[in-house]
């Protein structure tokens, strides 16, 4: 069974400065793990995924998350926050073998101030 | 591409009556899911479709929900009788066949939001 645990459930940063949103993921095999957005009134959006290949997975606008095996963790980092950033976040397993459901984090709603 | 579409965006119903959302993969993509979030919940899985068969439905309710995929193109999930607590988002996702590059990644819709009155 996968599960994820997203340790806050708000985010405020100022604009310009550095965001983390944390994920910690529990799995009995070898996970596959995504970070998706859903910014207000919209769909979910799939920032960046994380299926075995490189440790440090690059998604779009400039989000990035390392997958730490021994820390079991997924944290999700960009460097400097934008105004548009400001959004909801769902950390996301799955098993990586087949074609399997998903299974969500709560949710990490970041708030970012000018 | 056009991506996953959803149809209602919005619908609000009375307590009893029947609801039906429709969702429209990308085209090729032969894996559907349905999820939810209810309010204040994480989203949770209702079921997946490999084209028209049902591959796992373990996150379906309860039998007032019904899910549809025949000839294995668009979906339908109906919701007979309606209750309070159905209320929510439901969204619905498709990925790529098996097998193929990035094909275990799923593409939401926008969602449609349901609330029970």
């Known amino acids: 069974a996968q599960s994820v645990t997203q340790l806050d459930s708000h985010v405020s940063v100022s604009e310009g400065t550095p965001v983390l949103l944390r994920c910690n993921y529990s799995?009995?095999?070898?996970?596959?793990l995504f970070w998706y957005v859903q910014h207000p009134n919209k769909g979910l959006q799939l920032l960046l995924k994380y299926t075995s290949a490189a440790t440090l997975v690059k998604g779009i606008n400039g989000f990035e998350a390392e997958f730490k095996k021994s820390e079991t963790s997924f944290h999700l980092t960009k460097p400097s926050a934008h105004m548009s950033d400001a959004a909801e976040y769902f950390c996301v397993v799955t098993a990586s073998t087949g074609f399997q459901k998903l299974v969500f984090g709560t949710g990490t709603r970041l708030l970012v101030s000018p | 591409e056009a991506g996953v579409t959803q149809f209602p965006s919005h619908s609000v119903i009375e307590k009893g009556q029947t609801v039906t959302l429709r969702c429209d993969p990308i085209s090729g993509h032969d894996n559907l899911y349905w999820y939810r979030r209810v309010m204040g919940k994480e989203i949770k899985f209702l079921l997946h479709f490999v084209k028209e068969s049902k591959q796992d439905e373990s996150g379906m309710p309860n039998n007032r929900f019904l899910a549809e995929r025949t000839g294995g193109t668009y979906s339908t999930l109906k919701v007979q009788p309606a209750e309070l607590e159905d209320s929510g988002v439901y969204f619905c996702a498709s990925s790529k066949v098996a097998g193929t590059s990035g094909g275990k990644t799923q593409y939401f819709g926008p969602g449609t939001r349901l609330l029970v009155l």
């Open positions: 799995s009995s095999y070898s996970p596959s």
